[in-house]
């Protein structure tokens, strides 16, 4: 049987940032996000604007600063400054308790799911 591809939803802000270079997804550790697994393609979803995405890596950190002292920024947010994507994190940080509430911030580092690109 085979199985659902997974949606995520994303803000029109960091969905736009998908075609300006971004190659990076932070999440909060829900149980759904943390079933995410490399290799998995993936649907990042804004209004009736959808990416399929192949996951190339997952990574896990207990908090915003040691995910940022790591991945770069470039990646995860073109165009913004650590302090701007720290910022952003930190709002959806507080929208829902904490890290601390689901354990961890996923990374995945992803690449176009198709031959023509993102």
Same mark, same amino acid.
């Given at each position: 049987m085979a199985?659902?591809?997974r949606v995520f939803w994303v803000t029109s802000e960091w969905f736009a940032m998908i075609d300006r270079g971004r190659r990076l997804e932070a999440r909060l550790g829900y149980y759904t *996000?943390?079933?995410v697994r490399q290799?998995?393609?993936v649907t990042l979803r804004c209004d009736d604007n !959808?990416?399929? *995405?192949?996951?190339?890596a997952v990574r896990q950190y207990?908090?915003?600063?040691?995910?940022?002292? !790591?991945?770069d920024p470039a990646k995860l947010a073109p165009g913004m400054s650590r302090e701007q994507i720290e910022d952003g994190l930190r709002a959806m940080q507080c929208t829902d308790g904490s890290i601390h509430t689901h354990g961890c911030l996923i990374i995945w580092e992803f690449e176009p799911a198709t031959e023509g690109g993102i």
């Open positions: 199985t659902k591809k *996000v943390r079933l290799g998995e393609v !959808t990416r399929d *995405v192949k996951i190339v207990s908090n915003i600063t040691a995910m940022l002292d !790591t991945e």
